[in-house]
């Protein structure tokens, strides 16, 4: 017989091997091993199914998490109420984050290093208004922040958009949305200005797109894109107030008021929403109707309100020659235009892709692009108005993108011009936006 | 967890084992000087992969090296720090045309380290913290003390006959002093390394590759080409010289020795394994293989397992300190994850190191020993001089000859393992000798 060891040779009956040592018939089959080793995928199975239907921790409440849990593993749930921001750095994005909110406090999420990219990858960037679940690494400090390790951790529901329009949007009064919001609407982007937050694109020259910082940053959103045609937007809305109101001014009903005017004689007054019906820019007033009700407003400067617009004020109700009028003359009072505004969300979709085409600008909103001479070259305080010379008409031009032309252009000089036809005071132009394709090149 | 995370983790496993499983097969190549280069491309690439998913992908990795480097160890001569005390064993084994044998105990006594770390120390989770909270401020005294052991277990020394007292007295000393001179040039090497290795920054994440090499693997590989070194044909057995209790003795002891390793810091998986064998009082070469198998992986993948246990987190071993890099464990999900991904990687492994084997058992005897040591130690060079420049085959030449005065002496090589305990002790003690050596 042979040994099962060594293979060699052996006298039958052997016990033990003479060459090898080996015992041979006390011995472990490897057979025998293979079972003992296919055993392990029970063990594997069962930690995958342990691993499946692990819950994980329990949500906590933002204004629970205190100094004791620093650097504890936290889940929390919450909608977004900032727009989130981007840490630049020379070598891309380092760090993005949020604000969410659960009623009880709020808590910034900030996404680290590589996890960033595979946040833009996996659509886990989200945009105000969306609620999320989340677990991660809790600091406290003066502002309550936890950082996400793991993607799978961070869970994104984008609620129902209502679908809206630009009009909807631009007369809607504070109490027709709320904030935060969600809709979706379709439109043209017909400006562009930048801030130190993001941008804000002006869609049909009627409603502000809030695009925060992180997004271009992140290249979710890209301007060049946005501008090519008609796209469909997303966000929440957020009601803009350019001057917060001030707490020492009664917010009022301008009907009740009138009611019993001497009661509130020379009282701080604001009066939150009201359309201006008329003005006069000689005696620096303005007729405006809110709750019915209409009433004159002095204020030191009126010429940049129009017919039309939606105003908020906040001033003093005084009586001037028997008349009750509001004076906007102090340092705290104020005269705003306050709207609605939408913050992007990081999704859209291009409804309808345009290029630019060698026509005169009859279309609204359609891409043009026109060669003549400068007739006219005036810088203004936001862009530059060029006089175009061009088959026998003169076009105007509104560079908005200041840096599409490098310095003063000469009377004479002939350019190409690609822009957007908008509608500035009932006639037509051509508006060069800024950070999108379109541009004015000197050719001669 | 979504179920199509957990594919893409099994996938992950697969994937990770299966690099290992190959890399593994290179001499002198240590999973964790490739791990490093995952990781710096993982970093300076961005590349867009889940961290967790990363993190299983190594662990598999990791497994597979556990398993599948007893075969370069064996059929090549080529151990590494932790292998070396089986080099002896499995000679013995090979010379006896029993190779696949001794890698059927090992990778036996693996698969039981396997179940140990995916089965046991989950139940033992509290007890490890309390274990770890004892031992955590005195752990320099407990490297000093493994240090005492590793000097002390010299004596003593039988040489049986001799010409007179004192040739009985000059053969006994011998062997111990060029143990003791080993300790000492292994022990100084590890400092000035630790303090100011010669090697340059951009390969210094690879600093220890070269000494180790030099201690254990080309030292063994210049043994075999100056020594009569002849492989016979090996045979394939259907089943393996060695009863339950063997592997079950065998497995209990290098699976407490490779968590006492994996515990403490400087204490590899060899020296944890052969303490452990000796506290057990092991016999023979089957039961030790069995216990050195175990104690490898439960070192290594152990020190990942502790790292992800929810009341432990501790960071041990490279892996462990390269992930947290990147990554914090967290959730005990996550843990669940990571032990389903050990034992899956685990099964594969065994099958993948099993197949390995029958396959060199096959070749290797068909090869010039001489050319085949040969072109091993080319393939060392190359990998030490592709990690860690020229500087490291410098370093690697010097690990080398201090590597051979054990060999050439006939000492214990577990002294070249001076090269990690002196210089951590020294560290965790809060004694630096680096001044003293003109080193800073």
Known sequence: MKCPSCGLEIP???VICPYCTAHVKKRVRIKTLYILALSLIIVSSVYATLAYTNSGVGVSKIANLSIDDNYRFVHVQGTVTGYPFAYETPYGVS?????ISDGTGQLTVKIYSNLVAQAVKEHKVPGLGDWVDVQGTFSYG?????????????????????????????????WTFKNNEPVTLKGNITGVRQYSFGYIATIDNRVDLLIPKAYTALNMLNLRELGSGVVQFYGALLFYQPVKPSSDYTTVNLSEVMKAPESYNRTNVHIPWADVLAKNDTAGTLLIRANETNITVYAKDVRRYRVGDHVEIQ????????????????????????????????????????????????RLNSLVRISGVVADFRPLSSGYLITLWSNNSSYSVYVENVMSVSGALNSGEKIVVKGMVTEYNGALEIKVRAYTDDSVEVIA | MMLSYILMAILFVLIGTLIGSMLSMLPGLHVYNVIGFFLLFYFTMGLVIDPMLMVLMLIGMLVSYAFVFTISSIYFSAPDDSTMFILMPTQRYLKERKGHEAVVLIATGALVGVMAITIFVPIFMNVLG??????????????????AYMLLSEFPKDFGRHKNALHGLKEAWKTILAGYLTFFLAGLLGVILYSKTIIPANHAFQSLMAPLIGLFATSSIILNLISKYEIPEQNIPKSVDAQPNDITHGAVAGSLGGLFAAF????????????????????????????????RVVYYVGAIALFFLPTLHLRRGALAMGINLFFTPETVGQFYLVDAGIALAGIVSFFIVLYLSKFLARVIPKINPKLLNIVVLGIIIVLVYIMTSWQGLIIMSVATAIGLVPVLFNSRRSHCLAVILVPIWLNMSGIALAPYLGLW
Do not use: C
């Open chain 1, 315 to 362: 001033g003093k109700f005084v009586n001037y020659h028997g008349e009750w009028e509001i004076s906007v003359l102090r340092k705290t009072d104020f005269i705003t235009t306050p709207s609605w505004e939408v913050v992007a969300h990081p999704s859209f979709k291009v409804i309808e892709k345009k290029s630019y085409v060698n026509e005169t600008p009859e």
């Open chain 2, 264 to 295: 403490i810091p400087a204490v590899t998986a060899g020296v944890g394994g052969y303490m452990a064998s000796h506290a057990f009082a092991q016999k023979g070469d089957k039961s030790f293989l069995v216990s050195m198998g175990a104690s």
């Open chain 2, 130 to 147: 309390i274990v770890w909270d004892i031992a955590m401020p005195n752990i320099h005294w407990i490297i000093g003390a493994v240090i």
């Open chain 1, 95 to 99: 760090q993005i984050g949020f604000t």
């Open chain 1, 142 to 174: 003066t502002r309550k922040s936890l950082t996400v390790n793991d993607l799978y951790l961070l869970q994104i529901k984008h609620t129902g958009y209502s679908e809206e329009n630009v009009n909807s949007i631009a007369s809607a009064t504070p």
């Open chain 1, 12 to 14: 039958d009956d052997t």
